[in-house]
């Protein structure tokens, strides 16, 4: 019950801010490009791919683009921000004064970052079937075929977002650890660059690199995804002990 009252305090601190405007901005901001890019008749490039049925090529270039770059600066922010609610004008020593246990407070926010990247990512999954009923209509060479494969477009949007909460986890410790904004997201952007190369390595063929949390979700859109099952087991479990072992951190730590 204690959970659940933090948990609305939490969410209650969400309303009009840039944070929560960011659920359905983030994957506009993939959406819209594509749609644009996929409109340029002749030059489409869903014209230079030999399958007849284009809902498969809109997903995984859609999904490509939200999982190696877009998703993860979207976690980066939203860490950042959320955690920045209570460390602006040090509102922390009135949050661990009140009569609730410390760990509440941490688990409340990673609840919020993790639904608001849910949310964000069945956003990105509405608007890859808008792309396609307009590109249906704006690009008569284009061919949707029917039926629409919502099974396959679900799963790998949920294997995408499974796959990607090892890397949210370690950037919502990293947010609340440290006080100052500049550091959550420069770490973000570091690891995101890193986890670019490791997508290219991923490509080249199998390695370790190919487990760097940040690189994991491209993992869906492998042309043989045989070792996913590994990889979704990897995120849930070591991301599971990164959550405990920062609420511990952040239980045991001073707050100034």
Same mark, same amino acid.
């Given at each position: 019950?204690?959970?659940?009252?933090?948990?609305?305090?939490?969410?209650?601190?969400?309303?009009?801010?840039?944070?929560?405007?960011?659920?359905?901005?983030?994957?506009?901001?993939?959406?819209?490009?594509?749609?644009?890019?996929?409109?340029?008749?002749?030059?489409?490039?869903?014209?230079?791919?030999?399958?007849?049925?284009?809902?498969?090529?809109?997903?995984?270039?859609?999904?490509?683009?939200?999982?190696?770059?877009?998703?993860?600066?979207?976690?980066?922010?939203?860490?950042?921000?959320?955690?920045?609610?209570?460390?602006?004008?040090? $509102?922390?020593? /009135?949050?661990?004064?009140?009569?609730?246990?410390?760990?509440?407070?941490?688990?409340?926010?990673?609840?919020?970052?993790?639904?608001?990247?849910?949310?964000?990512?069945?956003?990105?999954?509405?608007?890859?079937?808008?792309? +396609?009923?307009?590109?249906?209509?704006?690009? &008569?060479?284009?061919?949707?075929?029917?039926?629409?494969?919502?099974?396959?477009?679900?799963?790998? +949007?949920? $294997?995408?977002?499974?796959? +990607?909460?090892?890397?949210?986890?370690? $950037?919502?410790?990293? /947010?609340?650890?440290?006080?100052?904004? &500049?550091?959550?997201?420069?770490?973000?952007?570091?690891?995101?660059?890193?986890?670019?190369?490791?997508?290219?390595?991923? @490509? $080249?063929?199998?390695?370790?690199?190919?487990?760097?949390?940040?690189?994991?979700?491209?993992?869906?859109?492998?042309? @043989?995804?045989?070792?996913? @099952?590994?990889?979704?087991?990897? /995120? &849930?479990?070591?991301?599971?002990?990164?959550?405990?072992?920062?609420?511990?951190?952040?239980?045991?730590?001073?707050?100034?």
């Amino acid at each position: 019950m204690t959970l659940a009252r933090v948990l609305n305090a939490e969410l209650l601190k969400m309303k009009r801010t840039i944070a929560l405007k960011m659920v359905v901005l983030a994957p506009a901001v993939v959406v819209l490009p594509i749609l644009f890019v996929g409109s340029q008749a002749p030059f489409s490039t869903f014209n230079y791919n030999g399958i007849a049925n284009k809902w498969r090529v809109l997903a995984i270039l859609t999904l490509r683009v939200w999982a190696i770059l877009m998703m993860p600066l979207y976690v980066t922010l939203e860490t950042a921000l959320i955690a920045g609610l209570d460390h602006s004008e040090n $509102q922390w020593k /009135s949050l661990v004064a009140r009569p609730f246990p410390r760990w509440t407070l941490y688990l409340a926010k990673l609840v919020v970052v993790v639904g608001m990247t849910a949310l964000s990512t069945t956003v990105l999954l509405c608007g890859i079937l808008i792309d +396609g009923a307009v590109l249906a209509r704006v690009q &008569s060479e284009v061919v949707f075929g029917s039926p629409v494969p919502w099974a396959a477009i679900l799963r790998d +949007g949920a $294997q995408v977002m499974g796959l +990607g909460f090892l890397a949210l986890t370690i $950037q919502h410790w990293v /947010s609340l650890r440290w006080r100052s904004f &500049s550091v959550g997201i420069g770490v973000g952007i570091v690891a995101i660059v890193v986890g670019v190369f490791a997508a290219a390595a991923q @490509q $080249q063929g199998g390695s370790w690199f190919e487990y760097f949390p940040w690189a994991l979700p491209m993992l869906v859109l492998a042309r @043989q995804p045989h070792n996913l @099952q590994a990889a979704l087991l990897i /995120s &849930s479990v070591i991301g599971l002990l990164v959550a405990a072992a920062g609420a511990l951190d952040f239980c045991r730590r001073e707050i100034k």
